[in-house]
């Protein structure tokens, strides 16, 4: 399986280490937005988009880059269940079960014709305000507890497991 993993991690590389674990698994490539084309993405059979948090938020950039996905047209070959895909988050605070961060994305990418099979969230490090006052929060994440858990992830997904949602404690 032709793996890719668009990843924006600014603050302290968080989201790329887990990125990193999943592409072992998955033997995949892992980019920032920048670095990658939308026109390569029909090339790949999974295609993993990730970012820290920020207020709540996956970054910008990511966001951007999946809005420049092209919606699929009337009669288009692509369909949901050749364009798959998945959402992988880091952050500072738990997702909130009511108004999860990942939501956004995977309902944009919903709309692009990707079929949204499962996402992943952990804690990592966070020094935003007010965290910084007392030099952050989470230290010591992402752990190795959470990169096992991120292999975990992305072996299932090699799998074509069913849709779930993961998220490392």
Known sequence: MKTLLVCTSVSHGNTRRVA???AEVLDARVVAPVEVEVSDLPGYDLVGFGSGVFSQRLHRDLLAFARSV????????STASTRRAFV???????ELAFAPFTRPLVRLLEGRGFEVVDTF????LDTWMP?????GI???RPDE???VAARAFARRLGKDSATTTTTAT
């Open 20 to 22: 990193q674990a999943m």
């Open 70 to 77: 092209p919606r699929p047209g009337p009669g288009s070959r």
């Open 88 to 94: 992988f988050a880091t952050s500072g605070l738990p």
């Open 121 to 124: 969230t952990c804690r990592a």
């Open 131 to 135: 965290f910084r006052l007392i030099g």
């Open 138 to 140: 989470n230290k010591q």
């Open 145 to 147: 507890d959470d990169l």
